[in-house]
Nanobody, 122 residues
Framework: QVQLVESGGGLVQAGGSLRLSCAAS???????MGWFRQAPGKKREFVAA????????DYADSVKGRFTISRDDARSTVYLQMNSLKPEDTAVYYC????????????????WGQGTQVTVSS
């Protein structure tokens, strides 16, 4: 079992930055780690993922060039650096972990955090 706790959300103006953290209770080295987000009235969507073998990360087109996912398996922590934030980035951001090879979809993930709110004002 892996328990995940997100932190770092908040209110920021458009163009600003935030760094989200996801602390895991267990070892993360054998898990692919992902970030998802869910805006009010919308489905939860993929944002970014880091493979368990530290391969090239994957990003949603909407965040490429602005967001960066990184991981520190020694600290069992995953980060999401978010720059050049836009009002459309406003959502609850969730961290998730999966031992599966597939990692781009919500159904791929077994473990989820409770989420952290990110609000970007215009």
């Amino acid at each position: 079992q892996v328990q995940l706790v997100e932190s770092g959300g908040g209110l920021v103006q458009a163009g600003g930055s935030l760094r989200l953290s996801c602390a895991a209770s267990g070892r993360t080295s054998r898990y692919s780690m992902g970030w998802f987000r869910q805006a009010p009235g919308k489905k939860r969507e993929f944002v970014a993922a880091s493979k368990w073998n530290n391969g090239v990360p994957d990003y949603a087109d909407s965040v490429k060039g602005r967001f960066t996912i990184s991981r520190d398996d020694a600290r069992s922590t995953v980060y999401l650096q978010m720059n050049s934030l836009k009002p459309e980035d406003t959502a609850v951001y969730y961290c998730a972990a999966t031992p599966r090879l597939s990692y781009l979809y919500t159904d791929d993930y077994r473990f989820w955090g409770q989420g952290t709110q990110v609000t970007v004002s215009s």
